[in-house]
């Protein structure tokens, strides 16, 4: 039976259990989740549209972040929840390629984000003379919209080769289309052009993190190099958040993508595609926002100002 084709119409999402509990548990939990997510990116975006003097290319930046996040959560939960609520599993053919598609062109433009904000701090720090030519309205609205048009190459290429596998099941253990879990049902070697595909996107992207990697050994030792700890401190307050971030989603999408995935459904997948899926859209506004002042104090004009 593994190597026998069928014709998949549709995809059974098995990653939670059928009992009551779990899928109660399973719609408050992801529906409180979401629902975080969207509030403290809309108020991201919002605050720095608002507020003029965060019209800068790291708070530019940080927007675009926080859209990427905002897509890249809205693609699998909101279909979890209607799932649970609806007691079904099922997710049709082509809402699966949509899913990947999309999931993909969010993940990978916010990962050539990063490394264009990883870019904007070493300028700052390293090269701060230069900033405002080098980082000028048009030189960052490039580097943004070629960060998107990378993710929608990648997602184009990968989600075309991706549907040319041919599937000996239609049972996924996972609670959205997970691409480990794809290649799990296909038949025999029908997946290998995918496998090679995802292979060459993830040395591209061990490539692109150690340039990340070598523009931080850079701004550290400049940051180092600083006399006044008030220097210091402005420097660090804008960098660490970044790494965190970048550190967060690499670990938890390597995690993801290069363990070995089990045939039956487990916990331990169902955590791990949690982890990377979900967290980061969560964490990212909290982690730039608790050590940064000037987006902090424009939150609470804008709070203000919204609610006098």
């Known amino acids: 039976m593994r190597n026998q084709s069928v014709i998949v119409t549709e995809f059974l999402l098995n ?11 399973h719609l ?12 403290e990116n809309f108020l991201i975006i919002t605050v720095v549209i608002y507020s003029h003097h965060l019209h800068k290319p790291m708070y530019f930046f940080l927007a675009n972040l926080a859209l990427q996040d905002l897509g890249s959560i809205s693609v699998s939960v909101p279909k979890s929840i209607t799932n649970a609520l609806m007691d079904t599993k099922t997710i049709s053919y082509n809402g699966c390629i949509c899913q990947i598609f999309f999931f993909f062109f969010f993940t990978v433009s916010h990962f050539f984000l990063l490394g264009i904000m990883a870019y904007d701090r070493y300028i700052a ?32 290429v990968y989600t075309g080769t991706t549907f040319t596998i041919e599937f000996c099941s239609n049972h996924i253990g996972q609670f959205f289309c997970e691409i480990p879990h794809l290649f799990n049902i296909a038949c025999s070697d029908s997946y290998m052009i995918a496998f090679w595909v995802i292979s060459v996107g993830c040395s591209m992207a061990f490539v692109y993190l150690a340039l990340i990697i070598c523009s931080y050994v850079q701004i550290f030792r400049v940051a180092l190099r600083i006399p006044s700890s008030q220097g210091k401190q402005k420097a660090f307050s804008t960098c660490l958040p970044h790494l965190i971030v970048i550190s967060l989603y690499f670990i938890s999408g390597s995690f993801a993508y290069l363990k070995p995935v089990s ?25 730039y926002s608790i050590r940064n002042k000037e987006l902090k104090v424009a939150f609470w004009k804008f709070t203000a100002n919204l609610f006098p």
């Open 15 to 25: 990653g939670f259990s059928d009992t009551q509990e779990l899928q109660t548990f």
């Open 125 to 156: 720090i390293c090269n701060p003379l230069r900033y405002e030519t080098l980082m000028n309205i048009k030189a960052c609205t490039l580097m943004a919209n070629s960060a998107w048009m990378g993710g929608l190459v990648y997602s184009t």
């Open 28 to 39: 408050i939990a992801f529906l409180l989740i979401y629902l975080m997510a969207l509030v």
């Open 263 to 287: 045939r039956s459904p487990s916990t331990t997948d169902l955590v791990v595609s949690m982890f990377y899926c979900m967290l980061p859209p969560v964490m990212n506004p909290l982690i």
